[in-house]
C-alpha cells in the first residue's frame, strides 16, 4: 500500500509547503516570529515522522531503490522526475530530518532578527537536502544539490559573524565552481547515454580515457563539497561565521553530500578512474587527517577547531570509499552518519556557550564543568565520542574503515590511524582549557545552567551515537545490499585490470 | 504596367502586422498633436500599446499561411512567429513598466512610443527578411528610431552624448554590414538567402568568407557582442532608464534573430566558415562580460555588461551549430526578457527625494523597507547567475548542452567558469541588499501595475522548471523548420 502512494516527494516538499506558509502569513514582528517557529518546528517534526515511516518500511533484504516515483518531466529529452532511496541514501535522508528540527530548535533564541525569513530559508534547505539523496535522475540531482546554495548562502550572510559576507561568498563561489564542471560532465554522460538515469548510466561503460576526465569533473564538485584538502578552505570560514544551526546543519548534512556523490556517482560510474586515482585520493586523504588535525591543535577559536577536525573525520570517508572493500565502503556511509550526528552536537556545544558568553575564543573559558555541570557531560561525551571512544558510532565507523584500508592498503592505514591519535589530542586539550580548571573569571560564574530546551537538544544525539555505537547492525544492515553493489562493481573492474595487465605481460 | 513574378495581393496580407502598425503610428503621431499636451505621452502609449496587442493578434493570423512572400523577401515561419511574438510582448511590458516612472519624472514626449513603434515594425520585418536587401531596410528602420530615443533627454548631457555615441558606432557598424553584404552580392550574384546557400555550398570563395565575416561584425554590433560591445555601458547608462530597459531587452531578440537565420539559412552549408568565428564572439563576450561588471557601481552599467555576458551565452546555442542549440538560443532569449523586465522594474522604480537613483549602493537596506522587491530582487540575480531551480538555470542548460553534444566542451567549460564569475557580481547585489546595515532610505515608487508585472516574472522565473518540456517541443519545432 505504501508503496503506491508518493511518500518520498510528499516527504521532500512538505517543508516547502511550510515555508510558504511562514513566508505568506508571519510578519516580521515578535508574534509573527513565534508563529513561524512553531510552524517551521511542527513541519520539521512532521517530516521526520514521515521519514521514520520510509525508513520502518524500508526492506533491507531488496537489493534495489524502493518507494520509486517516476513521473516524465521533460519527456521531449527523456528527462523525468525520479525519486527512490536504497541503502546509501537512506540514512543521510534520516539523518537529515532528524537534524533539522534540532536545528531549529537550538535557534530559537538565538536568532533574533528576520525570524520568518530564517525558518523559512531552513525548511527550503531541508527539501533541497533531502531531494539530493533521494534524487534518481542526475539532473534532477544537480538542481538539488546546487539550489542548496542559495539558502546557505543567505543563512551566512544575514545572520552571520562579523565577516560573514567574506565567508558567504567564499562558500557560495568555491562550492559553484567545483559543480559547474560537474554540471559539463553531466552534460557529457547525457549526450553520450542519451538518458539522465543514475541507473542507466552506471551500468554504462566509458572507456577509461572518458572516464579520467569525467572523474576529475566529479571530484571537483565532490572534494569541494566534502571538503578535501586543499579545497576545504572555505569550511572553516563558513563554520566560524555561520549562525550555530547553520554550521550544524553544514557540519551534519552538507558536507556528507560530497561523500554520498563519491558513493552514488565516482565510484559506481567511473570504476577503473577511481581505481586508478585511489592511491592520489589517499595521499590527499592522509594530507587532511594528519595536516588538518595538527592547523586544529593550534586554533584558537572553538568552531574553527571543530571544523578542522571536520575535515580531518572527511578524511576517513574518502579513504574508506576508496579502500573498494567492504568494511571501507560501509565505514565511510557509517562515518558520514556518525560525524553528521557528533559535530553536529559538537556545534551546538559550542553554540550553547557562544550564546551565554558571546565569544568563541578558548582563552576565554576555562572551569566551565564547575558552573554547568550537566552540560560538561554532554560535551564530554560528544568529544570522546569524536574520538571515537568505544561504544559510540564514531568508533565503529573508524574502526569500519580501518579495517578496510589495512585489508587493501596497510601502509595507508597506519598514517590513517594517527589521525586517531592527534583527533584525541586536540579533543582532549580543548575540553581541559575550555570546561577544566578553576572558574576564576567571573563572567564564567555567571553562566546560566542548560535549561530544559537545551537537554533536549542533546538527548536525541546522545542516544543515536548511543545506539550506533554499541548496536552497530540497523545501519550496517539498511546499507548493506547497495555497499555490496559498488563494491561488485570495484572488484570486477579491478580484476578486469589484472586480466588486461597479465595479458599484456604474456604478451598477447 | 510593371509585372512583378507571383506578386498578388495575398502578399500584402501576409505583411498585415507591419503595416497595421505603421498606419497606428502615423494615427499615435497625427492624434499627439492635436490633443493637450499634457496627456499626449499618455494617449500616443495607450494607442501604441493597444496596436502592439492587434499587431500580435494579426501576426498570429497572417502566419497561419507559412511561405515566402514578395520574391523571397519575406518569410512567415515559425522562428518568425516566435520572435515577433516575443519583441511585441517585450515591448508592451516595458511600454507599460515605464509610464509611471516617467509621469513623475515630468518626462513628457508623445513621440517617445511612437519612435519605439516604428523601431518596432523594423524589428519585426527584421524577423522575417531572408533577403540581403529587406534585412538592410529593415534593420536601418529598426535602428534609426533608437538612437534618436536614446538622446530623447536632450536637456541631459548624458543622454546626449548616448545617442550621438550610439549612433556614430551604430551607423559604423551599418557600414560593416553593408560592406559584407555587397562582397557577398558580388559573390553570389543575388541577395535572397536561398541563392546566398546554394552558392556557399559549392565552396567558401574568399570573397564570400570576407563578407561573412564583415556581416557578422555588424551583427555583432546590434547584439553588443565583445569586441564590438563599446557603445553598450556608455549608451546603457546614458539613455533615460526607460530607454535603457528597452534597448535592453527588445533589440537583441530581433538581430538574435537574423544572426540564427542568416548563419542557419543563408550560410547553413558553410558551418565551418562562420563556427569559429561565432565561437571566438560567444567566449570574449561571457569572459568580458563577467569581469568587466566586477569594479561597476552603478546598476544600468552593470546591466549592460551582464546583458553582454548574457548574449554570449545565448550565442553559445548558435555556435553549437545544431538544432539542439537554436532551441536553446530560443529559450534562452525568453528568459533572458522575463529576467530583464523584472529587473528594469526595480531599477525603474528606485527613488531618494524623488529623484531616480542608480548606483548599487543605493539599495543597501531595501529589505527592510521594502521586503517584496529586496525579495524578488534575491530570486532574479539568483537566476541570472544561473543557479538551478531558477530560470536562468535551464537557460544554460540548454546552450551548454547543446554546445557538449556538438563537441564543444571548451566551449561549455569557458562558459560555466565566466557565470561562476559573473555570480560573484549579482551576489554583490544581494550582498548589498541584505547583508549590509541599513544606512540610506530608498524610496520606491509605488505601482500597482509594475508590481504586478514583477510578481509574474517571479512566478515564472520560480515554475519556469515546469514548463521547461512545453519550451522545448516548441522551440524544438522551429529550429527543425529552419
Known amino acids: 500500500m505504501l508503496n503506491n502512494l508518493p511518500i518520498l516527494s510528499f516527504l521532500t516538499f512538505l517543508p516547502l509547503f511550510g515555508a510558504f506558509v511562514i513566508l505568506l502569513t508571519c510578519s516580521d514582528d515578535a508574534q509573527g ?74 535557534s530559537i533564541n538565538s536568532i533574533t532578527k528576520e525570524v520568518p525569513i530564517f525558518m523559512s530559508l531552513f525548511l527550503i534547505l531541508e527539501v533541497l537536502m533531502v531531494g539530493t539523496f533521494c534524487a534518481m535522475d542526475i539532473l534532477v540531482f544537480y538542481i538539488f544539490f546546487e539550489a542548496v546554495l542559495i539558502p546557505m548562502f543567505l543563512i551566512i550572510g544575514i545572520w552571520g559573524g562579523s565577516r560573514r559576507v567574506y565567508s558567504a561568498f567564499k562558500f557560495f563561489l568555491y562550492t559553484l565552481l567545483g559543480s559547474v564542471l560537474m554540471l559539463v560532465a553531466i552534460f557529457y554522460l547525457y549526450a553520450k547515454t542519451g538518458t539522465t538515469e543514475i541507473a542507466y548510466i552506471t551500468n554504462y561503460n566509458f572507456p577509461f580515457s572518458v572516464q579520467f576526465w569525467l572523474f576529475l569533473a566529479f571530484f571537483a564538485s565532490f572534494s569541494v563539497k566534502l571538503p578535501m584538502w586543499p579545497v576545504h578552505t572555505w569550511l572553516p570560514d563558513a563554520h566560524v561565521e555561520a549562525p550555530t544551526a547553520g554550521s550544524v546543519i553544514l557540519a551534519g548534512v552538507l558536507l556528507k553530500m560530497g561523500g554520498y556523490g563519491f558513493l552514488r556517482f565516482s565510484i559506481p560510474m567511473f570504476p577503473d578512474a577511481s581505481i586508478f586515482f585511489a592511491p592520489y585520493i589517499f595521499g590527499l586523504s592522509i594530507i587532511a587527517i594528519i595536516y588538518t588535525s595538527l592547523v586544529a591543535l593550534v586554533q584558537s577559536d572553538m568552531k574553527k577547531m571543530i571544523a578542522y577536525s571536520s575535515v580531518a573525520h572527511m578524511g576517513f570517508v574518502t579513504i574508506g570509499a576508496f579502500s573498494f572493500t567492504q568494511e571501507g565502503l560501509s565505514g565511510a556511509v557509517y562515518q558520514m552518519v556518525s560525524h553528521g550526528l557528533i559535530s553536529g552536537a559538537l556545534f551546538l556545544c559550542v553554540g550553547i556557550i557562544y550564546d551565554r558568553l558571546h565569544t568563541r575564543e578558548i582563552s576565554a573559558y576555562g572551569g566551565v564543568t564547575d558552573v554547568m555541570p550537566r552540560f560538561a557531560v554532554f560535551f564530554m561525551f560528544m568529544m570522546l565520542a569524536s574520538v571515537g571512544l568505544p561504544g559510540t558510532s564514531g568508533f565503529v565507523a573508524e574502526l569500519l574503515v580501518l579495517v578496510g584500508i589495512w585489508k587493501s592498503n596497510p601502509i595507508v592505514a597506519i598514517f590513517t590511524a594517527t589521525g586517531l591519535i592527534l583527533g584525541a589530542i586536540y579533543m582532549l586539550w580543548l575540553y581541559r582549557r575550555v570546561m577544566f580548571g578553576k572558574a576564576i573569571k567571573e563572567e564564567i560564574l555567571k553562566l546560566e545552567k542548560l535549561s530544559f530546551r537545551e537537554i533536549s537538544l542533546f538527548v536525541p544525539i546522545t542516544f543515536m551515537v548511543l545506539l550506533l555505537g554499541i548496536y552497530a547492525m540497523p545501519l550496517l544492515d539498511i546499507s548493506n545490499n547497495s555497499i555490496t553493489n559498488i563494491f561488485e562493481i570495484t572488484e570486477f573492474h579491478k580484476n578486469q585490470n589484472l586480466e588486461s595487465q597479465i595479458a599484456k605481460v604474456k604478451g598477447f | 504596367m510593371l509585372r512583378l513574378k507571383g506578386f498578388d495581393f495575398m502578399n500584402l496580407f501576409g505583411i498585415s502586422g507591419e503595416l497595421f502598425l505603421a498606419l497606428a503610428g502615423m494615427i499615435a503621431l497625427l492624434t499627439s498633436v492635436f490633443i493637450n499636451k499634457d496627456n499626449s505621452l499618455k494617449i500616443t502609449t495607450k494607442i501604441c500599446n493597444v496596436a502592439f496587442i492587434i499587431t500580435l493578434v494579426l501576426i498570429f ?422
Open chain 1, 33 to 106: 516570529a513565534k508563529n513561524s517557529k512553531m510552524v517551521a518546528l511542527w513541519t520539521s517534526l512532521i517530516t521526520f515522522i514521515l521519514s521514520l515511516v520510509v525508513l520502518f518500511n524500508f526492506d533491507k533484504n531488496l537489493n534495489s531503490f524502493q518507494f520509486v516515483e517516476k513521473v516524465q518531466w521533460v519527456p521531449f529529452s527523456n528527462i523525468s522526475y525520479h525519486m527512490g532511496v536504497d541503502g546509501i541514501s537512506l540514512p543521510f535522508v534520516v539523518l537529515s530530518t532528524f537534524l533539522i528540527p534540532i536545528c531549529l530548535l537550538s
Open chain 2, 61 to 482: 493570423i497572417s502566419h497561419s499561411i507559412p511561405g515566402s512572400l514578395f520574391n523571397e523577401m519575406y518569410v512567415h515561419d515559425a522562428l518568425s512567429r516566435y520572435t515577433k511574438s516575443l519583441i511585441l510582448i517585450g515591448t508592451i511590458l516595458t511600454l507599460i513598466i515605464s509610464s509611471k516612472p516617467q509621469k513623475i519624472d515630468g518626462f513628457n514626449r508623445p513621440e517617445y512610443p511612437v519612435l519605439i513603434l516604428f523601431s518596432v515594425i523594423g524589428m519585426l520585418l527584421m524577423a522575417s527578411s531572408t533577403n540581403l536587401i529587406s534585412l538592410y531596410m529593415a534593420l536601418e528602420l529598426q535602428s534609426l528610431p533608437l538612437y534618436v530615443i536614446a538622446a530623447i533627454n536632450r536637456d541631459n548631457l548624458k543622454s546626449s552624448e548616448a545617442g550621438l555615441k550610439y549612433f556614430i558606432l551604430g551607423a559604423l557598424s551599418s557600414g560593416l554590414l553593408l560592406f559584407g553584404m555587397s562582397l557577398v552580392y558580388g559573390a553570389v550574384g543575388d541577395t535572397s538567402f536561398s541563392s546566398i546557400s546554394l552558392i556557399s555550398s559549392q565552396g567558401m570563395t574568399s570573397l564570400l568568407l570576407i563578407g561573412l565575416v564583415f556581416m557578422l561584425s555588424g551583427l555583432a554590433f546590434k547584439i553588443s557582442l565583445v569586441p564590438f560591445h563599446m557603445w553598450t555601458p556608455d549608451v546603457y547608462e546614458g539613455a533615460p532608464t526607460p530607454v535603457t530597459a528597452f534597448f535592453a531587452i527588445v533589440p537583441k531578440i530581433a538581430a538574435m534573430t537574423v544572426m540564427v537565420r542568416f548563419t542557419f539559412s543563408a550560410f547553413d552549408t558553410a558551418l565551418s566558415s562562420w563556427q569559429q568565428v561565432v565561437i571566438i564572439l560567444a567566449i570574449l563576450s561571457m569572459i568580458l562580460g563577467s569581469f568587466a561588471a566586477i569594479m561597476q557601481t552603478n546598476l544600468k552599467r552593470l546591466m549592460a555588461y551582464s546583458s553582454i555576458a548574457h548574449m554570449g551565452y545565448a550565442l553559445v546555442g548558435v555556435a553549437s551549430g545544431v538544432k539542439e542549440g537554436i532551441s536553446g538560443l530560443l529559450v534562452y532569449m525568453f528568459i533572458y526578457i522575463i529576467m530583464n523586465i523584472g529587473t528594469f522594474i526595480i531599477i525603474l522604480s528606485m527613488r531618494r527625494d524623488n529623484q531616480s537613483v542608480e548606483e548599487i549602493n543605493d539599495l543597501k537596506g531595501i529589505s527592510k523597507t521594502h521586503p517584496f522587491i529586496a525579495f524578488s530582487f534575491i530570486i532574479l540575480m539568483f537566476s541570472m547567475a544561473g543557479i538551478p531551480p531558477l530560470a536562468g538555470f535551464f537557460g544554460k542548460w540548454l546552450v551548454f548542452y547543446a554546445a557538449v553534444n556538438s563537441g564543444l566542451l571548451f566551449v561549455a567549460v569557458i562558459g560555466v567558469l565566466t557565470s561562476v564569475v559573473g555570480a560573484f557580481y549579482y551576489l554583490r547585489i544581494i550582498k548589498i541588499m541584505y547583508f549590509d546595515e541599513n544606512e540610506v532610505k530608498l524610496d520606491v515608487i509605488d505601482n500597482k501595475s509594475s508590481m504586478f508585472i514583477l510578481g509574474s516574472m517571479i512566478i515564472l522565473i520560480l515554475l519556469f522548471g515546469l514548463f521547461l518540456n512545453w519550451f522545448i517541443e516548441i522551440t524544438m519545432g522551429i529550429s527543425l523548420l529552419i
